[in-house]
């Protein structure tokens, strides 16, 4: 596999679609993201597009955050993070390293004798203040929002 230009070292993730993001101290962050004042986004982080993140908050090193997904003011996202595209975090949430937030949930439907999987078109809305230990899994609504 060929490494992307002045990556060497680093094993090139959709070599393709580098040009988009902008490549800060190894952190792979869509230009569309609006950052909040004092962020601190560490190293092999990818945010998304249409992210926005709040003023002191923290994404954890080797996390991942969906596009056009919400954080709020003074969260701490620990390393190793999964938050999926359209979540919404309130202010002042802490998520543990191992936790995975919008997964897709367990929805299937009898389709001709068969189950079928059903596309999760929901989200998970996580309110301000609330602390998700760690390696918990949230999974998002089939339809509408799933609030905690």
Do not use: N
């Amino acid at each position: 596999m060929e490494s992307a230009p002045g990556l060497s070292g680093v094993l090139p993730v959709a070599v393709f679609s580098l040009a988009r993001y902008s490549l800060l101290d190894r952190v792979l962050l869509d230009p569309s993201v609006q950052l909040g004042e004092r962020v601190s986004i560490q190293p092999l982080a990818v945010i998304e597009a249409g992210t926005k993140i709040g003023d002191d908050t923290i994404i954890g090193a080797g996390s991942y955050v969906g596009h056009e997904t919400v954080i709020g003011s003074a969260c701490h996202i620990y390393p190793h993070v999964t938050i999926r595209e359209r979540s919404r975090i309130g202010s002042r949430v802490i998520i543990h390293s191992g936790a995975v937030i919008g997964a897709d949930g367990f929805g299937f439907e009898m389709v001709d004798g068969r189950q079928q999987k059903i596309q999760q078109l929901g989200i998970v809305q996580i309110d301000r203040a609330r602390l998700l230990p760690l390696a918990i899994c949230s999974t998002r609504a089939s339809t509408g929002d799933k609030s905690a």
